[in-house]
């Protein structure tokens, strides 16, 4: 983890107090932290980095035990190809993040990509801002984009068909760039950021799989600056029970406090601003994200965003 970031970051299992971490550093390597600890200077809570992976989730070890379903080989190729397919050159690429990366304004400060995946998005804002960062509470995907951060090209194997796979190498354009990003393992649901620290905060296809999706936009709220702000949220909203209990969702449903669709719900939940300024939302639009599986196998889904800024 880049020693730069740790005068950023808060324990987050003191929140909603703000308690600070005292870096200990074992082993550095210029100006990145390889082994160490992050000390809460509250709770006293002892977070690891290992291999220069930083993780910030209270509930590492729950997450490991229900076995993330993001953790697999299959899964992380399956996510670099969703991310990077266009730098193959592939006629099939998904062009849904280079859209997404055009609504957001260049901005100073910090941007923060959350349930950030393997990185594209990350990337993306390293040329609008001065500093990206993702966070996601996959293992497996984090140490994908950190190791694309280090070594700016990843050869990979893409699944053709039953044992049959193709190697695919793929490489970082210059615009992306790898000392302006880190990613690091934490909750959605618990950011290990002070309030009012992040000038642009995006969530693209996270707010369906958490199991508190307001709770996820409450800590929005609370990270995002009050104003000269930006927010991106993108999503299916394939509500789910193996997400989140019915009771949560926001959307997807024919009667009570969430009726109705969850881009509307959500675009009126942010210009109400009942809990932080409210935010300005532009004309929602939609892009057409895409998962391969395989050669002849891809997921084509639409995700649906609301851009907003305060
Ligand atoms: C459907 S994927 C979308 C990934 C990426 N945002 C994109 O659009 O390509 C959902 C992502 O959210 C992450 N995720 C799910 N629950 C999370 C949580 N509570 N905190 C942080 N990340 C989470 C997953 O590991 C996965 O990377």
Avoid at 9 to 37: N, S
Avoid at 81 to 101: C, F, I, K, R, V
Avoid at 125 to 131: I, Y
Wanted: aromatic fraction near 8%; hydrophobic fraction near 40%.
């Amino acid at each position: 983890m880049k020693k730069q970031l740790a005068q950023l970051l808060i324990c987050p299992a003191c929140l909603p107090a703000e308690a600070a971490l005292q870096a200990e550093i074992v082993k550095e390597e210029d100006e990145d932290i390889i082994t160490g600890t992050l000390v809460c200077t509250g709770c006293k809570t002892r977070f690891g980095i290992e291999d220069g992976v930083a993780f910030l989730d209270p509930d590492r070890e729950r997450v490991r035990e229900v076995a993330n379903k993001y953790e697999t080989d299959a899964v992380v190729a399956s996510y670099l190809w969703s991310h990077y397919a266009e730098l193959l050159g592939d006629g099939n690429a998904s062009e849904a993040y280079a859209a997404w990366a055009t609504r957001m304004q260049p901005h100073g400060g910090i941007s923060l990509d959350v349930g950030g995946a393997v990185g594209r998005f990350t990337f993306e804002m390293s040329a609008k801002c001065d500093f990206a960062i993702g966070i996601d509470n996959s293992v497996a995907f984090i140490k994908t984009a950190r190791r694309l951060m280090k070594e700016r090209r990843m050869t990979f194997q893409l699944k053709d068909e039953g044992l049959l796979s193709n190697e695919v190498t793929i490489a970082l354009p210059s615009a992306w760039k790898s000392e302006k990003v880190e990613f690091i393992v934490g909750d959605a649901l618990r950011l290990p950021f002070g309030n009012s620290t992040v000038s642009s905060l995006s969530s693209l296809n996270l707010v369906d799989k958490v199991p508190s999706p307001l709770r996820h936009l409450h800590e929005m709220d609370r990270v995002t600056k009050d104003k000269d702000a930006q927010f991106l949220l993108s999503d299916p909203f394939s509500w789910s029970t193996d997400a989140a209990d019915r009771d949560e969702w926001l959307g997807g449903k024919p009667d009570g406090p969430y009726a109705g669709k969850g881009l509307d719900n959500i675009t009126r939940l942010l210009e109400e601003g009942k809990r932080a300024p409210a935010w300005r939302t532009e004309k929602p639009g939609s892009v057409w994200w895409k998962i391969r599986t395989h050669t002849n196998h891809y997921e084509l889904i639409r995700s649906c965003f609301v851009k907003a800024s305060r």
